[in-house]
């Protein structure tokens, strides 16, 4: 009988295949799931619980999926748009009138095509994705949306009549208000450049998290600041000096997130980008997109700042 230890190994290295395996489908996921919330966070955000959801399904499949591409488009779609309903019943329950919500954040939308499908609700918005972007057929959409090829045919009407009425207003951009504060980063920043495990561990809330997404995932303050497979002791083992990484506090898109500078043939460059939440002060979450190449080229791309990517994955053998 295994022990605890060893069920958590052979699922980690189970997950590690898969995300290994998946590797190539990775670029059309991301961008069909940026293109589908209209954030680049959000976007990521959704890759993470697609692979995830598939990868706990599989062992509920009982036929071969004979269309990896096609099942991981299905699943994205399905959460995203069980995630807007969701949203949508929350809303009724505590407005006088059933509303519409909000169509994700614009102020990340960067082109006119993605501005104006934030405008379309979900199914249409995926929909036209699907078959216009993506060139899947009237079957393959139908079933990357679990439905019938005359839905599809509806939903793509309706999709393209609203965009052909929008397509002339004018993009409106805003920022974020995410109440993280400005304050906080800056001091998580100074602490990071110092190398100092107490201030970063005081600025956080105790049950604060920790993930390098995809990859590790720290519950707690103090797991945080002693883990030695945490990514702070690994980064500090590594890189005991801010010479050769630190930390910078930047402002994307009207929020505060930290960019990560390490060198490259003789040039500084990022290799890795840091959000934050905050509750009540104190820091209640860290997310690392160290391995997240498409988040990493856009938003330094929109900073006009020299990136290096890391692929999806550690250099597993």
């Known amino acids: 009988m295994k022990t605890d230890d060893e069920i958590v190994g052979s699922i980690r290295a189970a997950w590690h295949r898969f995300v290994e395996r998946t590797e190539p489908l990775r670029p059309d996921l991301h961008r069909y799931c940026r293109w589908l919330t209209g954030s680049v966070w959000d976007g990521e955000d959704l890759v993470q619980d697609t692979l995830l ?16 591409r096609a099942y991981l488009f299905r699943t994205a779609s399905n959460l995203w748009i069980d995630k807007f309903r969701s949203t949508r019943e929350f ?32 199914v249409e918005r995926a929909a036209l994705l699907l078959k216009d972007v993506f060139d899947l057929s009237l079957e393959e959409t139908a079933t990357a949306l679990e439905s019938t090829v005359g839905a599809v045919k509806a939903a793509l009407h309706r999709g393209r009549a609203k965009l052909s009425e929008i397509q002339s207003e004018p993009a409106v951009l805003r920022s974020q208000n995410t109440g993280l504060s400005a304050a906080v980063v800056e001091r998580f920043v100074d602490a990071f450049n110092a190398r100092d495990v107490n201030r970063l561990t005081a600025l956080m809330r105790e049950d604060a998290t920790s993930e390098m997404l995809g990859m590790v995932l720290e519950y707690g303050r103090e797991a945080i600041g002693k883990s030695e497979r945490g990514v702070l002791h690994h980064t500090f083992a590594n890189h005991p000096s801010k010479d050769t990484f630190r930390a910078e506090l930047r402002e ?10 390490t060198k490259d043939a003789g040039q500084e460059v990022v290799s890795s980008i840091l959000k934050l939440d905050e509750r009540d002060g104190a820091v209640s979450r860290l997310r690392h997109y160290f391995f997240c190449p498409e ?19 550690p250099g597993w053998n």
């Not at 959801?53 to 990896?68: D, G, Q, V, Y």
């Not at 988040?295 to 890391?310: H, I, M, Q, R």
Request: hydrophobic share 35%.
């Open 53 to 68: 959801r598939a990868f706990a399904r599989l062992s509920e499949t009982s036929e071969p999926i004979k269309n990896p």
């Open 91 to 122: 809303a009724s329950q505590i407005v006088p009138e059933p509303v519409q919500p909000e169509m994700p954040q614009r102020s990340e939308i960067r082109d006119a095509a993605k501005h104006l499908l934030t405008h379309l609700p979900p």
């Open 252 to 261: 994307y898109k009207g929020e505060p997130i930290v960019l990560f500078w």
């Open 295 to 313: 988040v990493l080229a856009e938003v330094c791309e929109e900073l006009g700042a020299p990136v290096k990517t890391n692929g999806y994955r």
